[in-house]
C-alpha cells in the first residue's frame, strides 16, 4: 500500500507534467477567448478595440455557418460508420492464420502513417481524377462515363479518403481486442453447433464493444478537425465547407483574427457537445 511519503513523492515528480500540460492547453484556449471579444486586425492597425460579442453574432449569422456545422457532423458520422463496420471486419480477416500474416497486417495498417495531405493528393490525382485517374479508366473501360468525384460527389469523396486513412487505426485497435478473446469460449459454442453468425453475434462483437468505444472517441476529437483533405481536392466548394475550415476562410478573407477565434470557440463548444453525447451514448461501454 502507498504511504503518504510516496504519494507526495509521486505527485511531486507529476507536478512538472501537469502543470506543462495545463499551461499548454490553457494559454491558447484564453487568448482564443480574448482575441474573439476584440476587433484584431494584424495587417490593418492591430488591436481596434473591444468588440464585445459582434464577432460572435456575424460568425453564426453567417449563412455558411449551419451548413458547416453540418457537413462536418456528416463526415464524421459518415467515416466513424466505414471505419468501425470495416474495421471489425479487416480485424476478423487478419486474426485468421494465413500465409505472411505480418506483411499483410503491416501493408493494411501503413494508410494510417502516411500524411493526411500527401494521402489527399494521391486520392485526388492517382484516383478521383476525371481524366487520367484509375476510376475513370475503370469506368471507361466498362463503356461509362467518368464521375467528376470531387466536384459530383464531393462529401462522400471526402468521407472515402478520411475513411482510407482512419480504418487502419480502428483495424489495429479492435485486433488487439479480438486477440485477447477467450479462445475456449469460441470452441466450445463451436463444439455446441453455434453457427459462424451467431457465434459472432453473441461473443465476438459484445467482446468488441470496449475496443469500438475507444475508436469512436478518439477518431471524433480528430475527425472534428478535419482540414488539409478539404483543403487539398475542394477547398470547401461542393458542400464540403466543415466549421474547421469555414473559420480558416473567414481568418483568411477578412483579416480579422477576433472573428476566426469566435469560431474557434463555436468549434470548442460544437466539440464538447460531441463528446458529451458519445459519453452517454457509448461512454457506458467503458464502465463495464
Known amino acids: 500500500m502507498a504511504t503518504r511519503h510516496s504519494r507526495s513523492a509521486a505527485r511531486l515528480m507529476m507536478a512538472p507534467a501537469v502543470i506543462l500540460l495545463l499551461g499548454w492547453m490553457l494559454v491558447p484556449l484564453t487568448m482564443t477567448l480574448w482575441f474573439s471579444f476584440r476587433k484584431y486586425l494584424p495587417l490593418r492597425g492591430g488591436d481596434l478595440g473591444w468588440a464585445g460579442l459582434e464577432n460572435y453574432s456575424r460568425f453564426v449569422s453567417s449563412s455558411a455557418f449551419w451548413p458547416s456545422v453540418q457537413a462536418t457532423l456528416i463526415i464524421v458520422g459518415g467515416v466513424l460508420a466505414i471505419t468501425v463496420c470495416l474495421g471489425i471486419l479487416l480485424a476478423l480477416l487478419l486474426d485468421q492464420p494465413m500465409w505472411g500474416q505480418g506483411v499483410v497486417r503491416i501493408l493494411v495498417i501503413a494508410p494510417f502513417f502516411v500524411m493526411p495531405t500527401v494521402s489527399a493528393l494521391v486520392w485526388k490525382n492517382m484516383f478521383m481524377d476525371p481524366v487520367n485517374g ?4 475503370l469506368f471507361k473501360a466498362f463503356g461509362a462515363e467518368p464521375v467528376s468525384w470531387l466536384s459530383q460527389a464531393a462529401l462522400p469523396s471526402i468521407i472515402l479518403i478520411v475513411s482510407w486513412q482512419w480504418l487502419p487505426f480502428a483495424t489495429l485497435i479492435l485486433l488487439t481486442a479480438i486477440q485477447s478473446l477467450d479462445r ?3 470452441e466450445a459454442a ?8 451467431k457465434r459472432f453475434w453473441h461473443i465476438i462483437l459484445p467482446h468488441l464493444s470496449r475496443a469500438v468505444t475507444v475508436v469512436i472517441l478518439i477518431q471524433t476529437i480528430f475527425l472534428l478537425s478535419v482540414f488539409a483533405e478539404i483543403f487539398v481536392t475542394t477547398q470547401g466548394a461542393f458542400g464540403t465547407r466543415t466549421l474547421t475550415y469555414l473559420i480558416f476562410q473567414r481568418v483568411l478573407e477578412s483579416q480579422n483574427v477576433g ?9 470548442i463548444i460544437l466539440a464538447n457537445i460531441v463528446a458529451l453525447f458519445l459519453m452517454r451514448i457509448v461512454g457506458k461501454n467503458l464502465d463495464r
Open 134 to 137: 484509375l476510376f475513370a479508366h
Open 184 to 186: 475456449e469460449q469460441l
Open 190 to 197: 463451436e463444439m455446441d453447433g453455434a453457427p459462424p453468425l
Open 259 to 267: 472573428l476566426g477565434s469566435a469560431g474557434g470557440v463555436y468549434a
